[in-house]
């Protein structure tokens, strides 16, 4: 995964939460790319990896997502997204979905290799771990199940926030504890995830942090609202939000 | 032991209100996670253990019939008596057809998962015979009329006052909430049990087809007394128990040790090969070992599904499982709770019975970080979903509300055009039903996930906003 | 290797098929040697199921973690598996004469009201003169030669006194071999167990066990019908996570190491001070 010769030019994945529910974390995105010395573009036939399709069980629908995916992305020379479950889509399950059709799977396996999750794209490809980036206040952040387990993306997150202007890091308790959602789990067993998320919600405010980042979009959106809808006062965050913003910038 | 799994959402979602039950298995899983990481950082090298262990477990199961036949002709050697039982109802009528020869009255039993999956206990007490659960955990759910909830601490769910409680109504003795009195209480009971028992009936951790050997682990003391009181010893054993050597053994005895409660060893470790011999003033006269298949042979003939067969029983998995940890081990149905719960009861009983259960899972990956022989359970459960839509044996009930919309997004998502018309009418509906910013309706599932979330805001996606941003130079 | 060779070994062939013989009459009625109600049928599942797997087959001897299973050298102090048997909260003593053995023996006696204590029918017990020092302390010491009163003493006293074949220092591990004459009971039924070993008999590390237990397999008459590995005393946190010691098995195990110098043979004689 280390960079052999840096790309300079970036497609962004935007993940379909991110699309209609987070655009201004797209947004973060490209601007900490284009910061970063990239020439970004954005592919607009994209829509979905399949993700919900493919941990439902309906994997002949997510094979069908997945084969325009791998359309869309096939010129890439490298493909950021700011999420770490859709990037294990693609780069665990699209070859498992292509298991039978070797054409495809080479296909896959190769865009696997260049596609990456924003904080591991900053850190272990380019190198870089200071965006100059300032965000006064104290948070704490949450290691997405999908990030830290299914990537291995843990350090990453942690060294570019540690150089951010202002902010300081704390720690919570069971830091690594999955937040409940689980996509499809949280609509089938909706009680039991409610108590798991509030769990995270409880560890996150007793933590003393007045902001709550993640680097995924689904934790995000999963423990954010319940922190609002609770009349809590942590904000929720996603780690490109944080890393995009600089002194003298409006804040959101 | 009666099938319940069809109701793991009742249960599981009745058992996500009780904070008294999450407590207590959050507590206690935290103990056991801090124990095993204990255990395991003692070691020079955990994680080349693991594969370790992983690699016996392949090797031993891809070598199965040579090792079953090599186990039965050592343990007939040493004298026991090798059964062989395809079923549970072929295994209990091979245990009651031996109670009945030996003129049986009064069983001990070790704790035994397997025991639960034929449902033992029951066929017993239809005929008549008296059986003692002995470890301690088992006794209180025993007489508590329960299954246990908890692979290694099966009454984990109950709390002092209501083990109090429950050996002052069954026992008669006077109510404390003392756990050494009340520990004290079950071994004077248990004591006269033991002693004047015709049968022990235990399962098994290993069988070494080298030497033909049992291997027991305990804490309690209750598995050597079962094994050495009476007259008859009988071990129910699954055929995937069975690994080669003496070093195999050695491989997997710290993995389990370690990863069940962090210690170097079992206080007491029995290897038993055969009866008692000549000379010997204690020990049982017959030893009986029952090879239980009931389902591990087509398990293993399934290529994604053979590993769940590698299970130690560690109990590992259970103790990080963030859902677990929510709805206790009686919402899972059956025998099996936790993460390999999912797995095993989906496998071992008829295919698609348990529908809901492969979804009773956030695919976290906590197990896999902690199994011993390293199972991806993650890995298996989507399997289990994806027989339960594709697979003409496995297929579940056709979920009109879960069908739709997942085929109406994949056929949107591969029509770009269609799909951002798609989200610009979702702002659309949203501005109609929610003009003032409140949700005036929603389709069920998605309000139900509303309750204490704020339902999120379709905003104007990124796709529109992408050309402005590109010109406006960022 | 059986300690002491207390009973003659039984090395000629036609005994073993003699004590075979003798077993098979005591399981009663013997059908064909196995039981076969569905065995092949099984088997051939099973193998039908393997089929097409090109995994590597049976077991791979595991050989780099290579502590020997030799016995380690007398002179190696016993630090290590003190530290381990008392973090197990059981009690270890080294005795160098035969006075710390009766001090020793007199405390535990006094603390735990012994009366009634049964011992193995062991050459080593019976060459430090158990019975002679607790009898002096007003002891009642059994060694149950008929079967019925094996249970039933061990279940009644409060002392079992045992030798072992092997004490691992690495966990405190004790191992047990039944025999004719060491009964299971013994460790088992009594609520403090005593354990005498010798230096002799110590072993490095838990990876010696294979070894150990496969030296014994291969002797003539194979292994014994119960080995036992103890480490610690019988416990269990099954009611709400709180310790409890003693729930079945014995609630404290005291581990008495002979010094290399310790004269066996030479029973120490009660002096005015030592005498109860």
């Known amino acids: 995964m280390q960079g052999k010769k840096s790309p300079r030019k970036v497609s962004l994945f935007i993940p379909c939460l991110v699309e209609h529910f987070l655009p201004r974390v797209g947004e973060a995105t490209a601007r900490i790319l284009t910061r970063a010395g990239m020439e970004v573009e954005y592919p607009d036939r994209q829509t979905c990896c399949g993700q919900m399709q493919f941990k439902t069980g309906y994997q002949q629908e997510a094979r069908k997502m997945a084969r325009h995916f791998l359309r869309v992305f096939k010129d890439s020379e490298a493909v950021v997204a700011p999420s770490g479950s859709c990037v294990g889509m693609v780069r665990h399950h699209y070859p498992e979905l292509f298991r039978d059709e070797a054409l495809l799977l080479k296909q896959a396996e190769a865009l696997g290799r260049r596609t990456y999750e924003l904080t591991e794209f900053l850190v272990d490809v380019l190198g870089i771990v200071d965006l100059g980036a300032e965000w006064p206040g104290k948070a704490v952040y949450h290691d997405s199940c999908q990030v830290s387990r299914v990537l ?26 999955c937040c409940g959602f689980g996509g499809v789990f949280s609509l089938e067993f909706p009680a039991v995830s409610e ?26 959106l999963n423990v954010g609202l319940y922190l609002e809808k609770m009349g809590e006062h942590v904000k929720a965050l996603h780690i490109a939000e944080v890393l995009a913003h600089q002194a003298g910038e409006p804040w959101n | 032991m009666e099938l319940r799994v069809e109701e793991i959402k009742q249960k599981a979602a009745e058992a996500a209100r009780n904070e008294v039950l999450h407590q207590t298995l959050s507590t206690a899983g935290d103990r056991f996670v801090a124990l ?66 030996y003129g049986v009255k009064t069983v001990v039993k070790g704790k035994s998962m397997m025991t639960e999956e034929i449902g033992l206990n029951r066929a017993f007490s239809r005929k008549g015979i008296e059986v003692w659960e002995t470890d301690l955990g088992e006794f209180i759910v025993q007489l508590a009329d329960e299954i246990p909830s908890h692979i290694i601490a099966p009454a984990i769910h109950k709390n002092k006052e209501e083990v109090a409680r429950l050996f002052c109504e069954k026992l008669g003795v006077p109510y404390t909430v003392n756990p050494e009195e009340l520990t004290m209480v079950a071994r004077r009971t248990l004591r006269e049990k033991f002693l004047g028992a015709d049968m022990g009936i235990t399962g098994g951790n290993m069988l070494v087809a080298e030497t033909g050997t049992l291997v027991l682990f305990e804490n309690e003391g209750n598995i050597r007394m079962s094994t050495s009181l009476p007259r008859v010893h009988v071990a129910l054993i699954g055929i995937e128990k069975v690994v080669e050597s003496w070093d195999d053994f050695g491989v997997l005895l710290t993995l389990l040790s370690r990863s069940a409660a962090g210690q170097k060893m079992p206080t007491y470790l029995s290897l038993i090969t055969g009866p008692r011999k000549p000379g010997e003033r204690d020990g049982p006269e017959a030893f009986h070992l029952v090879l239980l298949d009931n389902g591990r042979s087509r398990i293993l003939g399934d290529e994604v599904f053979r590993e769940s067969l590698f299970c130690l029983r560690c109990g590992a998995c259970l103790n990080v499982c963030p859902v677990y940890k929510r709805i206790g081990g009686h919402s899972y149905g059956w025998v099996y709770s936790g993460p390999i719960g999912i797995l095993l009861n989906s496998e071992l009983l008829p ?21 011993p022989v390293m199972i991806d359970h993650p890995k298996l459960i989507l399997e289990f979903r994806r027989r339960l839509v594709e697979d003409p044996v496995w297929k579940g009930r056709r979920v009109l509300s879960r069908i739709v919309p997942i085929k109406i997004y994949a056929w949107i998502s591969v029509r770009p055009v269609l799909f951002r018309f798609a989200g610009s009418m979702a702002r659309t509906f949203q501005a109609l039903l929610a003009p003032s910013g409140e949700w005036k309706w929603l389709p069920k599932a998605v309000a139900r996930w509303g309750a204490e979330r704020r339902v999120p805001w379709f905003k104007r996606p990124f796709s529109s906003r992408w050309k402005k941003l590109k010109t406006s130079g960022k | 290797m059986v300690q002491e060779a207390f009973f003659q070994p039984l090395e000629k062939a036609e005994d073993i098929r003699q004590m075979k013989r003798a077993m098979s009459s005591i399981n009663g009625r013997r059908e064909s040697r196995v039981v076969s109600t569905h065995r092949d049928q099984m088997l051939s599942r099973i193998e039908h199921s393997l089929e097409g797997i090109e995994e590597e087959r049976g077991s791979k001897p595991v050989d780099e973690t290579a502590s020997a299973s030799e016995w380690i050298p007398d002179d190696i102090p016993w630090g290590e598996a003190k530290k381990e048997i008392e973090a197990l909260s059981d009690r270890f003593y080294e005795v160098k004469h035969p006075e710390d053995m009766r001090r020793i023996l007199e405390d535990l006696v006094r603390e735990h009201a012994v009366a009634l204590a049964v011992r193995w029918e062991h050459p080593l017990l019976e060459r430090l003169g158990i019975d002679r020092i607790l009898g002096d302390m ?64 110590r072993l490095k590390d838990l990876a010696a066990l294979p070894r150990l237990i496969r030296s014994w397999a291969n002797e003539p008459q194979g292994l014994p019908s119960a080995v036992t590995l103890i480490t610690g005393h019988s416990c269990t946190a099954d009611i709400e996570l709180t310790l409890v010691s003693g729930v079945h098995g014995p609630g404290l195990v005291y581990v008495i190491g002979l010094s290399p110098g310790y004269d066996v043979d030479n029973e120490a004689v009660p002096t005015a001070e030592h005498q109860v």
Request: overall charge neutral.
């Open chain 1, 195 to 220: 108590k798991i998320t509030g769990d995270k919600a409880s560890a996150v405010v007793k933590s003393g942090a007045g902001f709550m980042i993640s680097a995924e979009p689904s934790c995000l």
């Open chain 3, 138 to 201: 007003g002891v009642e010491i059994r060694v149950p030669s008929r079967e019925e009163d094996w249970k039933a003493l061990s279940a009644k006293a409060q002392l079992g006194i045992t030798t072992a074949e092997a004490l691992v220092m690495e966990s405190g591990t004790l191992v047990l071999r039944t025999e004719a004459g060491l009964g299971r009971s013994t460790s088992l039924l009594p609520p403090v167990h005593l354990a005498f070993i010798q230096p002799s008999r």
């Open chain 2, 36 to 101: 095993r990481e204990a255990g395991f950082s003692q070691l020079n090298d955990p994680e080349g253990l693991r594969i370790r262990g992983r690699k016996v477990k392949e090797r031993s199961l891809a070598d199965l019939p040579r090792l079953l036949r090599l186990l039965e002709k050592k343990v007939t050697d040493a004298g026991g008596v090798v059964h062989w039982a395809k079923d549970a109802a072929e295994a209990r009528s091979i245990i009651l057809d031996l109670a009945d020869r």
């Open chain 2, 351 to 371: 295919p698609g019975s348990a529908r809901d259960l492969p979804y009773a899972s956030t695919l976290c990956g906590a197990c896999v970080e902690v199994c």
């Open chain 1, 152 to 177: 291995g993306v843990r350090e990453q997150p942690r060294m570019l926030l540690s150089r951010v202007h202002g902010l300081e890091m704390v720690e919570m308790e069971h830091q690594e504890t």
